[in-house]
């Protein structure tokens, strides 16, 4: 089942004073399947950021479509989008986005208390997401007060808990050191066996050989993907590099 399908999307920006215009996107298409794990790498203006802000509906295209499990995020009211992306989307970024003054606990709460949902059936939501991700014994905690992974795993602990369709992680492993990221890419792995459907945005080669499907963009296009397949992580590992050479050295698109 395609859970989403992105179609001809264009992204120009018009500079405030100068006029020019600057194409961030053009004509990207691509689609993702329930229940895979998909990683989308670039060098920095590939328009990388700028996708993953359509996607997220924190931005819209200057043309195009994006269908969410068969529903065109780009024409959404902007008095329903913020509904939207609770409902629908989970979030994972480089930098957590936690609240200091929130306890872990209540940090992971919080989409579920923007949606109005009842203390009870919150804490019935928790219980599972927080023994899988072993963070039981922090909940009480405030962020200030945890490592950089337990940070990391309670913004994904927030991002599961709304029950997403489709998480968006924006670089998640940028600001862990080694074994934290190694902590994280395991998890991913563990949440896409269950079912989870995942786009990563990343510059780390490691993190997107754990995926099941890498899409490379460049000058705003989707250049080149590869899918794992029966490949090993590190095989994966030195295909996703040769790719990024060859788009680093000016190369044409390999098969």
């Known amino acids: 089942m395609m859970i989403l399908e992105v179609n001809n999307l264009k992204k120009i920006y018009t500079a405030r004073h100068a006029g020019n215009n600057v194409q961030a996107l053009s004509n990207v298409c691509f689609s993702v399947e329930q229940g895979e794990y998909v990683a989308i790498m670039g060098e920095s203006g590939s ?15 200057t043309s195009g479509d994006v269908l969410l499990n068969g529903k065109n995020i780009v024409s959404i009211d902007e008095r329903e989008i913020s509904a939207f992306r609770r409902n629908n989307l989970g979030f994972v970024f480089q930098d957590f986005n936690l609240l200091d003054t929130f306890s872990v606990r209540d940090n992971i709460f919080l989409p579920l208390v923007l949606s109005g949902k009842k203390y009870e059936e919150m804490e019935e939501k928790l219980g599972p ?5 072993g963070i039981e014994d922090i909940l009480e905690k405030f962020p200030y007060e945890v490592s950089g992974g337990q940070k990391q795993r309670t913004a994904v602990a927030r991002a599961l808990i709304t029950e997403p369709k489709l998480i968006l992680a ?21 949440l896409n066996g269950d079912g989870q459907t ?9 993190a997107a050989s754990h995926a099941k499907r890498v899409l490379f963009i460049k000058d705003g296009e989707v250049f080149h993907q590869i899918y794992k397949g029966s490949q090993t992580t590190e095989e994966m590992y030195q295909k996703i590099s040769t790719t990024l050479t060859l788009i680093a050295t000016g190369g044409g698109k390999n098969e």
């Open 129 to 133: 997401i927080a023994h899988k991700l």
């Open 47 to 61: 328009g990388k950021t700028t996708l993953l802000n359509i996607l997220a509906a924190l931005d819209k295209p």
């Open 170 to 190: 924006d670089e998640p492993t940028g600001a862990l050191d080694s074994h934290a990221a190694d902590g994280l890419l395991k998890l991913f792995d563990e």
């Open 198 to 206: 995942v786009l990563m945005v990343t510059h780390s080669t490691k």
